[in-house]
């Protein structure tokens, strides 16, 4: 999809302050810091359409971006940031799985994670936890500008290993300077959106 409008609408916290407006949604999920920004400015072409996160882990609110008044981004705030207080842990979890098992609109769920390393214990409790509710994922391995191409395979069979998935289809090796990946997870997006 070529982008040109892309609107912040709604920081929500609570289901009655998510959009009403019917468009399919696209969430996007990941550990502070692993290149969510970064990706979703690719996807929009964008420089920034919100801050890169100088503060990893301060937004805890599910914000909704009007793509092209045809769907919405869905910025699910980041796990795994170790200086939130339990409460604030709770909270947060609560806040996603209300979101991610109740929301209708949602169609698909974009999990990122950072090709350099093995899946965290927390990405794969999150990719288990997607698999369970059935909602279709597409694991984005993000800065895979840092890893030598002749090791992109490895890394690939490492998530499928780590995740127990089938096979690779749904990974997507990303890199936000090079903008590599980028028309493969459209298509993805496109495909859950609108397919
Ligand atoms: P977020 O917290 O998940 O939104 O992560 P950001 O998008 O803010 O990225 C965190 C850091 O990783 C920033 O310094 C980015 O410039 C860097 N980064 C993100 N994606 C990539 C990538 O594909 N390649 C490289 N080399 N760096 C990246």
């Known amino acids: 999809m070529e982008v040109n409008h892309v609107e912040l609408v709604m920081s929500a916290v609570d289901p009655v302050q998510y959009p009403t407006t019917g468009y399919p949604e696209i969430a ?3 550990r ?13 072409n964008r420089r920034s359409y919100a801050r890169t996160s100088s503060q990893p882990g301060k937004t805890q609110t599910l914000n909704f971006y009007n793509v092209e008044d045809q769907l919405y981004f869905v910025d699910v705030p ?19 799985e209300t979101y991610l098992t109740q929301r209708d609109q949602l169609r698909g769920v974009v999990s990122l994670i950072d ?16 698999a369970y509710y059935d909602l279709p994922t597409l694991i984005v ?9 002749g090791k992109w ?7 499928k290993k780590s995740m127990g998935l089938q096979n690779t289809n ?22 859950q959106a609108f397919g």
């Open 32 to 44: 502070s810091n692993v290149g969510k920004s970064s990706l979703t400015n690719v996807l929009i």
């Open 78 to 96: 980041g796990y795994g940031y170790a200086k939130v207080s339990k409460s604030e842990r709770e909270k947060w979890g609560q806040m996603i």
């Open 28 to 30: 996007f999920v990941g």
């Open 141 to 149: 391995a993000t800065k895979s500008d840092k890893i030598a191409r």
């Open 115 to 130: 090709a350099r390393h093995a899946p965290t214990a927390d990405d794969i409790q999150m990719y288990q936890w997607l």
């Open 170 to 191: 749904n990974i997507i090796m990303f890199s936000a300077p090079k903008k590599i990946g980028k028309d493969a997870v459209w298509n993805w997006i496109e495909e």
């Open 153 to 159: 395979n490895q890394a690939i069979s490492q998530i």
